[in-house]
């Protein structure tokens, strides 16, 4: 079993910045690529970022590409979304979820996630 929890959610104006952090523990979490996803109100959710389990690989979702960082830190079981840039399109709760092994090719898909946090929200007023 893995736990995770979310944070540093909250509401920030057009162009501002925020970094949430997912802390996991359980399971050693270097054996777990990590990924983030969003969901907004009456929409499905939607791929953001993931990062492989040694943090050599990382891919986007076009819409946040370049404003976007997903990091880890493994000694410290802890994974970073850095968004900078932020746009009122970004409003959505943030998931942060975990998958054994490697990210493969379907790192878009969050069924082949095992694990998921509560979300945290973020919200961007224009």
């Known amino acids: 079993q893995v736990q995770l929890v979310e944070s540093g959610g909250g509401l920030v104006q057009a162009g501002g910045s925020l970094r949430l952090s997912c802390a996991a523990s359980?399971?050693?979490?270097?054996?777990?690529?990590m990924g983030w996803f969003r969901q907004a109100p009456g929409k499905e959710r939607e791929f953001v970022a993931a990062?492989?389990?040694?943090?050599?690989?990382?891919y986007y979702a076009d819409s946040v590409k370049d404003r976007f960082t997903i990091s880890r830190d493994n000694a410290k079981n802890t994974v970073y979304l850095q968004m900078n840039s932020l746009k009122p399109e970004d409003t959505a709760a943030y998931y942060c979820?975990?998958?054994?092994?490697?990210?493969?090719?379907?790192?878009?898909?969050?069924?082949?996630?095992?694990?998921w946090g509560q979300g945290t929200q973020v919200t961007v007023s224009s």
């Open positions: 979820a975990a998958k054994s092994g490697s990210l493969g090719s379907l790192y878009r898909n969050p069924r082949l996630y095992d694990y």
């Open positions: 359980g399971r050693t979490f270097s054996g777990y690529a």
């Open positions: 990062i492989s389990w040694s943090g050599g690989s990382t």
